[in-house]
């Protein structure tokens, strides 16, 4: 990884945008002109798969126990648990709200989407930890159908672990569909694949275009990117677990960006040395150095610019190893996640800390965190109101109609009273 000033890296931070918008636009038109075989036509193109049945059927996730082990599904059941505790209290602080004023009574509720939509990647991975992440705060939040799309493997069939996962977590239709044809199948429906409200999930560039040009038409959670790490470090911090860490996200993707900022030259130099010894002997190797040499860099400089630059990065993952990591927490506000201190990997938060790993990246952290019950409720209001209480609005009514040049909203009031 090079090593470089804060003040030149803040030059270097931009997000390059992605080209694909004609190429899906039209996967998108076929899908809503055709429906199923449109999408059975498009896994046979992207995918090489002749797919016969979209869904998958209760005989498909019975077979799917037999393929995973005891410990394996413990470790799903942990995970799941763990986000449902952390969900569940946030649900809990939810409450009814009711505010009476001169006669006029206003209620907001936390009301859960009927229908969501939760794309899971797969083909030729398997990502059983992003099917728990996106359909256990659905659950939670009370969504009455949860549909779950991914892409089947070459034999046409998807990975027994996810398909248990979904299974334990709740999903009502799971369906052998992926990329941006998937994502048209949830926002316009078709004959086996129902319409949803709102479609979350992480995905390739092709699903993420996809789930911008449906927006129009249905809610989505985020426009998620490849995987992004800021370690924000001073001397104290361990170099090798640092290197580590780095090593570990950067292993997602070769577009990945993982970054160190710190304040100490000493622990600059240290890092790289560490990345270097440790990059030889690790599989994956390959997807490691493409992403931290086309995207990693180091940024030695003093801690202001350092806080500077992280909040500039907005960064999915941030995590704080400095001799004081909460007085430098409390100073980040655009991390999707922030994790404080040298024992808090961000490796561990994608599985089994109660987080959720599905978290906004490109610098969506400036106005949003991560998935969570809050992206499957609405806040449906009511009012009621008396004629006593238009008589008391009515003269500051008159004048702002009037001052709008809509003088048929003062008469519909008036005409009451």
Known sequence: MKIISIKKAFSITKVEKNNSTKLVQEIINQVNLHGDSALTKFEKKFNGVDIKNLQVTKKEISEAYKFVSKDQINAITMTKDKLVKTETALKKQLKQIKITESGTKITKLFVPLSSAGCYVPGGLARYPSSAIMSIVPAKIAGVEKIVMVTPPNKQGKIDPMVLVAADICGADLIFKVGGAHAIAALAYGTKIVPQVDKIVGPGGSFVTMAKYLVSDVVSIDMLAGPTE???????????????????????????TRCCLITTSQNLANKVASEITKIISSISRKEIVQSSLQKNGFIAVGSVSDAILLANKVAPEHIQIITKN???????????????????????????????????PTNGFGRARGSLSVLDFLKIQTSVETTKLALKQINKHLKVLTESEDLPNHYDAVRGRL
């Not at 790490?229 to 070769?254: G, Y």
């Not at 990591?325 to 800390?353: E, F, M, W």
């Open 229 to 255: 790490l800021v370690i924000l470090a001073d001397d104290s911090a361990n170099p090798k677990l640092v290197a580590l860490d780095l090593i570990s996200q950067a292993e997602h993707s070769s577009d």
């Open 325 to 359: 990591p909460n007085n430098i927490a409390k100073q980040i506000k655009t991390a999707g996640l922030i994790l404080i201190g040298q024992d808090t990997p961000s490796s561990a938060s994608d599985y089994l800390l109660g987080t959720n790993h599905i978290l």
